[in-house]
């Protein structure tokens, strides 16, 4: 039964939600909760209970079987650590530090010892626990560390009794059991798809493993060491727990926003539960984790993208029923419960913030006169480590409560089932409402640039809400971006959906991007190993029904990419092959954007001698990257500016076509990763170019990268890709229904492009280990700091930053109308 009936028949309301007002994203002051809290994407959180912090994205947690201590790994960007909590009287007893980890987490049957995975490393670590306190440490080594082997363990459990601990793994996709005793592989077994959790069956006679991008269950003879069999389930499963009998498994499903539950004597999926707030097939809650209360009655179920748990009656075997709804915080990643409580990780705390202290070289003095950074203590404000977890401590709700509960999460929700068919959006306006209707645009071209915050590009715009103190790349670097803001729309509300380039340009593609993609990025970009695949180069971080190529495809629309999940004539999507072209280049910091542009021009004039321009275009144009000060590169300067003369000769040379009357141009950064912002870490440029924008405009509205998605699509005739850009609000307010025809003239470099980095000192000697023949694999921390140190000098001080406050201007009535937890 889906969830959205039973909350209809307990006559919840139902808005719309976000409103077409000047909204900002929200922040508590001290991370504790608030009524609601608005996020950058447009959704809101309204966390109920009591919380601790956590550390840098908590993926598990472990409940020990005394039922005294509470385990959590953390494995975020940033520093990665192991915890131990009292679950109890809800407090933090211990933390260590772990060099690399990833989700594995298991207490031995004694209480004493903590194994958790260690990530690129390898291995599994042993933690000795005496006196609520870490103690020894042990390792358990499936291989070499990283490269030179990879393997990646994940999920683990322990047969306590025959000393036997098994592992899976999501690199080389690999059963390993070791023997405890001695520390050595005893088996391993191909499971042929990336693997997430593995779970021992009550008498240990069987494990279970969910295959996550096989979209199955494994089953696996701990007696005769082999896979007895498969179980399908729906779009990657990830976690899974089963009844104290042995019965029955229940299976997180992210990509369908699903629970399997399988009978495990038949091996067959009984039932499917939707976790979804509404009925639909739409991807975006992303169902992650799961837990049974101690009755094994209800059955509760995160869903990370929808920041709730679903809550399901599970007492009667195939015919669960819906009760309701709890807020949790932001990207809830695991649940537990211990007795009445319910135990939630939230995987990026409570709020989205602003990081005036970005990643910039920022150092005040300390009362002993020494330079240090921003405080002393605190760390730069990068957004990949940015967002810390929570750990919420919820009563369990009694049917009321739920009720309240079940309000609340439809109230910080955007999206619902009718806006799959019908935007927001006014009569007239190029931009349909509807999936299908006529607009007078038929050409879309759809630029993506490189992690630039408003403020390091617009920040010196009086007409915007900028921090002129954070701007490096002003209007002298930067004149077509400038030009295009005030010629046409200036946009200083706009948020990207994503945090980096791994999730972004995922985000900027399909309006979602999967459990694999969020939770495996931070490995990468903390320096822990692995390898960049989120544009196309691994299946498993594929959305189910793919990016909006594959969805022109399915309907009939002719696209092309130039640049953007290719290069050098190769696509990295089945979708694009003969979608390409075939000259234009893919990553590389080398050739210069403007040289991207040229080869477009080439191909589009060619395209339009044909009368053969397609109806959607990719182009990626992403120096403004820069390779910071790496000896004999451009500077970062030239680099930026190379960029935006780039992107003005390509609006120049669409204005003054024949078919400038029928186009619209969408420019956005895929993240912001590489800088500051007074307002929020994800506020970022953008720009909507097309005779039917509104002239020489200034608009506040909140928008996000889901909403430049969604006003592409209802432009196109497209249907939404996920809920995110179902619930986004379009860009309607951007567009007139009358054109104005007046051709945009390209604003001429008043900066160096050929300017190279020259300088020999600290910045350049970092800058020659970086790597920049693909996309954030330097270091963005460095990278940012020596972009910065270019631009303002090795030795320059960041001025004190101006703070800005967030002011929700419409509430909605049902504000007031309950109190939290």
């Given at each position: 039964?889906?969830?959205?009936?039973?909350?209809?028949?307990?006559?919840?309301?139902?808005?719309?939600?976000?409103?077409?007002?000047?909204?900002?994203?929200?922040?508590?002051?001290?991370?504790?909760?608030?009524?609601?809290?608005?996020?950058?994407?447009?959704?809101?959180?309204?966390?109920?209970?009591?919380?601790?912090?956590?550390?840098?994205?908590?993926?598990?947690?472990?409940?020990?079987?005394?039922?005294?201590?509470?385990?959590?790994?953390?494995?975020?960007?940033?520093?990665?650590?192991?915890?131990?909590?009292?679950?109890?009287?809800?407090?933090?007893?211990?933390?260590?530090?772990?060099?690399?980890?990833?989700?594995?987490?298991?207490?031995?049957?004694?209480?004493?010892?903590?194994?958790?995975?260690?990530?690129?490393?390898?291995?599994?670590?042993?933690?000795?626990?005496?006196?609520?306190?870490?103690?020894?440490?042990?390792?358990?080594?499936?291989?070499?560390?990283?490269?030179?082997?990879?393997?990646?363990?994940?999920?683990?459990?322990?047969?306590?009794?025959?000393?036997?601990?098994?592992?899976?793994?999501?690199?080389?996709?690999?059963?390993?059991?070791?023997?405890?005793?001695?520390?050595?592989?005893?088996?391993?077994?191909?499971?042929?798809?990336?693997?997430?959790?593995?779970?021992?069956?009550?008498?240990?006679?069987?494990?279970?493993?969910?295959?996550?991008?096989?979209?199955?269950?494994?089953?696996?003879?701990?007696?005769?060491?082999?896979?007895?069999?498969?179980?399908?389930?729906?779009?990657?499963?990830?976690?899974?727990?089963?009844?104290?009998?042995?019965?029955?498994?229940?299976?997180?499903?992210?990509?369908?926003?699903?629970?399997?539950?399988?009978?495990?004597?038949?091996?067959?999926?009984?039932?499917?539960?939707?976790?979804?707030?509404?009925?639909?097939?739409?991807?975006?809650?992303?169902?992650?984790?799961?837990?049974?209360?101690?009755?094994?009655?209800?059955?509760?179920?995160?869903?990370?993208?929808?920041?709730?748990l679903a809550v399901f009656n599970v007492s009667v075997p195939g015919k669960s029923s819906s009760q309701g709804f709890i807020p949790t915080g932001w990207y809830?990643?695991?649940?537990?419960?211990?007795?009445?409580?319910?135990?939630?990780?939230?995987?990026?705390?409570?709020?989205?913030?602003?990081?005036?202290?970005?990643?910039?070289?920022?150092?005040?003095?300390?009362?002993?006169?020494?330079?240090?950074?921003?405080?002393?203590?605190?760390?730069?404000?990068?957004?990949?480590?940015?967002?810390?977890?929570?750990?919420?401590?919820?009563?369990?709700?009694?049917?009321?409560?739920?009720?309240?509960?079940?309000?609340?999460?439809?109230?910080?929700?955007?999206?619902?089932?009718?806006?799959?068919?019908?935007?927001?959006?006014?009569?007239?306006?190029?931009?349909?409402?509807?999936?299908?209707?006529?607009?007078?645009?038929?050409?879309?071209?759809?630029?993506?640039?490189?992690?630039?915050?408003?403020?390091?590009?617009?920040?010196?715009?009086?007409?915007?809400?900028?921090?002129?103190?954070?701007?490096?790349?002003?209007?002298?670097?930067?004149?077509?971006?400038?030009?295009?803001?005030?010629?046409?729309?200036?946009?200083?509300?706009?948020?990207?959906?994503?945090?980096?380039?791994?999730?972004?340009?995922?985000?900027?593609?399909?309006?979602?991007?999967?459990?694999?993609?969020?939770?495996?990025?931070?490995?990468?970009?903390?320096?822990?190993?692995?390898?960049?695949?989120?544009?196309?180069?691994?299946?498993?971080?594929?959305?189910?029904?793919?990016?909006?190529?594959?969805?022109?495809?399915?309907?009939?629309?002719?696209?092309?990419?130039?640049?953007?999940?290719?290069?050098?004539?190769?696509?990295?999507?089945?979708?694009?092959?003969?979608?390409?072209?075939?000259?234009?280049?893919?990553?590389?910091?080398?050739?210069?954007?403007?040289?991207?542009?040229?080869?477009?021009?080439?191909?589009?004039?060619?395209?339009?001698?044909?009368?053969?321009?397609?109806?959607?275009?990719?182009?990626?144009?992403?120096?403004?990257?820069?390779?910071?000060?790496?000896?004999?590169?451009?500077?970062?300067?030239?680099?930026?500016?190379?960029?935006?003369?780039?992107?003005?000769?390509?609006?120049?040379?669409?204005?003054?076509?024949?078919?400038?009357?029928?186009?619209?141009?969408?420019?956005?950064?895929?993240?912001?990763?590489?800088?500051?912002?007074?307002?929020?870490?994800?506020?970022?440029?953008?720009?909507?170019?097309?005779?039917?924008?509104?002239?020489?405009?200034?608009?506040?509205?909140?928008?996000?990268?889901?909403?430049?998605?969604?006003?592409?699509?209802?432009?196109?005739?497209?249907?939404?890709?996920?809920?995110?850009?179902?619930?986004?609000?379009?860009?309607?307010?951007?567009?007139?229904?009358?054109?104005?025809l007046t051709p945009y003239q390209v604003k001429a470099a008043q900066v160096d492009l050929e300017e190279r980095n020259v300088a020999q000192n600290k910045s350049?000697?970092?800058?020659?280990?970086?790597?920049?023949?693909?996309?954030?694999?330097?270091?963005?921390?460095?990278?940012?700091?020596?972009?910065?140190?270019?631009?303002?000098?090795?030795?320059?001080?960041?001025?004190?930053?101006?703070?800005?406050?967030?002011?929700?201007?419409?509430?909605?009535?049902?504000?007031?109308?309950?109190?939290?937890?």
């Amino acid at each position: 039964m889906n969830a959205f009936f039973k909350i209809v028949i307990c006559g919840v309301a139902i808005g719309s939600g976000y409103r077409a007002v000047a909204q900002r994203p929200q922040q508590p002051t001290n991370q504790s909760q608030a009524k609601q809290i608005l996020l950058p994407n447009g959704w809101s959180l309204s966390p109920v209970g009591r919380s601790v912090p956590l550390g840098d994205l908590p993926l598990n947690m472990q409940v020990s079987p005394s039922r005294k201590l509470l385990a959590v790994t953390n494995n975020g960007q940033s520093k990665q650590t192991v915890q131990l909590i009292d679950p109890v009287n809800e407090k933090l007893l211990d933390e260590k530090v772990i060099a690399k980890s990833w989700y594995g987490l298991k207490f031995s049957q004694d209480n004493k010892t903590l194994f958790a995975s260690g990530g690129n490393d390898n291995v599994i670590l042993a933690y000795g626990i005496k006196n609520n306190k870490f103690s020894t440490t042990d390792t358990l080594r499936l291989g070499l560390a990283w490269p030179k082997d990879k393997i990646g363990p994940t999920g683990i459990d322990i047969d306590n009794a025959r000393q036997r601990l098994y592992v899976v793994t999501k690199e080389d996709n690999t059963l390993y059991v070791l023997d405890l005793k001695t520390k050595s592989i005893l088996h391993k077994t191909d499971l042929g798809h990336e693997a997430y959790a593995c779970l021992l069956s009550p008498d240990k006679k069987t494990a279970y493993i969910t295959l996550w991008g096989g979209d199955k269950v494994a089953v696996y003879d701990t007696q005769t060491n082999k896979i007895t069999g498969e179980i399908t389930t729906e779009s990657h499963p990830n976690e899974l727990i089963q009844t104290k009998n042995g019965k029955y498994l229940f299976v997180a499903n992210a990509n369908d926003n699903s629970v399997s539950v399988i009978d495990t004597k038949a091996r067959k999926v009984m039932e499917t539960i939707s976790a979804a707030l509404y009925p639909t097939q739409l991807t975006g809650s992303t169902t992650n984790a799961l837990a049974l209360s101690s009755d094994e009655k209800t059955l509760y179920m995160a869903n990370a993208d929808n920041n709730c748990l679903a809550v399901f009656n599970v007492s009667v075997p195939g015919k669960s029923s819906s009760q309701g709804f709890i807020p949790t915080g932001w990207y809830p990643t695991n649940v537990k419960t211990l007795g009445k409580k319910i135990l939630v990780a939230n995987g990026k705390g409570f709020s989205s913030l602003a990081n005036p202290a970005g990643p910039q070289p920022v150092k005040v003095s300390d009362n002993s006169g020494s330079h240090t950074g921003v405080t002393g203590k605190q760390e730069v404000q990068y957004i990949g480590g940015l967002f810390k977890g929570t750990l919420s401590f919820i009563d369990r709700p009694d049917a009321a409560k739920l009720k309240i509960y079940a309000k609340q999460v439809y109230a910080n929700t955007p999206f619902t089932k009718e806006m799959e068919n019908k935007a927001r959006g006014e009569v007239g306006n190029p931009v349909p409402t509807r999936v299908g209707d006529k607009s007078p645009i038929k050409y879309v071209f759809y630029v993506i640039k490189e992690n630039r915050t408003y403020d390091q590009v617009l920040g010196d715009m009086k007409e915007g809400n900028g921090d002129p103190n954070l701007c490096i790349f002003p209007e002298k670097v930067t004149p077509n971006h400038h030009a295009l803001a005030r010629e046409f729309v200036l946009l200083d509300n706009f948020y990207v959906d994503a945090e980096v380039s791994a999730d972004g340009h995922n985000w900027s593609m399909a309006a979602y991007a999967t459990d694999y993609t969020e939770k495996t990025w931070p490995t990468s970009y903390g320096g822990r190993g692995g390898t960049y695949d989120y544009e196309g180069s691994r299946k498993i971080a594929y959305p189910k029904k793919g990016y909006i190529w594959d969805y022109c495809q399915r309907a009939g629309i002719n696209y092309r990419s130039y640049g953007e999940f290719s290069g050098d004539g190769k696509a990295t999507l089945k979708s694009l092959e003969g979608h390409i072209s075939k000259k234009s280049p893919g990553f590389n910091m080398d050739i210069k954007d403007i040289e991207r542009v040229r080869i477009w021009k080439q191909d589009f004039d060619s395209l339009l001698a044909q009368n053969a321009v397609p109806q959607f275009s990719t182009i990626r144009l992403g120096n403004d990257h820069t390779s910071g000060q790496k000896k004999g590169k451009f500077t970062p300067i030239a680099a930026v500016a190379d960029n935006d003369l780039a992107l003005g000769q390509l609006v120049e040379h669409l204005s003054k076509s024949s078919i400038w009357a029928q186009t619209a141009i969408f420019v956005l950064e895929d993240d912001a990763q590489n800088g500051p912002d007074h307002i929020d870490a994800h506020r970022s440029p953008a720009f909507i170019i097309s005779p039917y924008t509104k002239r020489n405009a200034v608009n506040h509205t909140m928008y996000s990268t889901s909403g430049i998605l969604r006003t592409m699509e209802l432009i196109l005739g497209l249907p939404p890709m996920s809920q995110y850009d179902a619930a986004a609000l379009p860009l309607f307010d951007c567009f007139t229904a009358q054109p104005t025809l007046t051709p945009y003239q390209v604003k001429a470099a008043q900066v160096d492009l050929e300017e190279r980095n020259v300088a020999q000192n600290k910045s350049s000697e970092r800058s020659e280990k970086f790597n920049f023949t693909k996309e954030d694999a330097a270091p963005d921390l460095d990278l940012n700091e020596v972009v910065w140190k270019s631009v303002k000098g090795e030795d320059s001080v960041m001025p004190a930053p101006r703070r800005s406050g967030f002011v929700k201007l419409e509430q909605k009535k049902d504000d007031d109308d309950e109190d939290d937890d």
